[in-house]
């Protein structure tokens, strides 16, 4: 496995703009991208990251779940969307940006996993939200392209206080 480097919008825009290929054979190369892929999301503490990110125009994404587990998506297609959720987004390939983002709240999408196998997962919350933006990432679509507006850092830090004020409140209660 290797560390590969995180392309970012104030060097690469060009490259994160473009439409990634579907992955048609399933072999030790398509492992090992995936491989570096998911050592770069682990370093790199991100939740998400779609290949794209890394210089790899194929369609595939990584995704950290709440418990730690990778879940790898090979061509994923968002076949089902419920709800509805706002809320601050960032991207490992937007360092310091963030925006409020409205995203559906349970997403289901339709992959194949490294072996060529099909499986639907359906995920809510955070997670549903990591398959919407990493699905984008493979049409060139940034979070920004979406976002209702870019946050300042006065209102990230706002955020941050209120959540921890929420936090400490839910502490008190319990």
Avoid at 72 to 94: D, F, K, V
Avoid at 151 to 174: F, H, I, K, S, V
């Amino acid at each position: 496995m290797a560390l590969r480097t995180i392309l970012t919008t104030e060097h690469d825009e060009e490259a994160l703009r473009k439409h990634s290929r579907p992955v048609t054979v399933f072999n030790e190369r398509i492992h090992k991208m995936l491989d570096d892929m998911i050592e770069t999301l682990k370093e790199s503490g991100g939740v998400g990251l779609a290949a794209p990110q890394v210089g790899i125009l194929r369609r595939m994404v990584v995704i950290e779940r709440e418990d730690g587990s990778i879940l790898e998506l090979i061509n994923p297609e968002i076949i089902a969307t419920e709800g509805e959720q706002t809320g601050p987004e960032g991207c490992l390939s937007l360092p310091g940006v963030w925006g409020e983002v409205t995203r559906p709240m349970t997403v289901t999408v339709r992959a194949v996993d490294r072996n060529g196998e099909p499986f639907e997962e359906t995920a809510s919350g955070l997670i549903g939200r990591c398959f919407m933006h990493e699905c984008e990432h493979l049409d060139g679509i940034l979070f920004t392209d979406r976002a209702d507006h870019i946050m300042t850092q006065e209102e990230l830090d706002a955020l941050d206080e209120a959540a921890m004020e929420e936090m400490e409140a839910e502490g008190e209660q319990a």
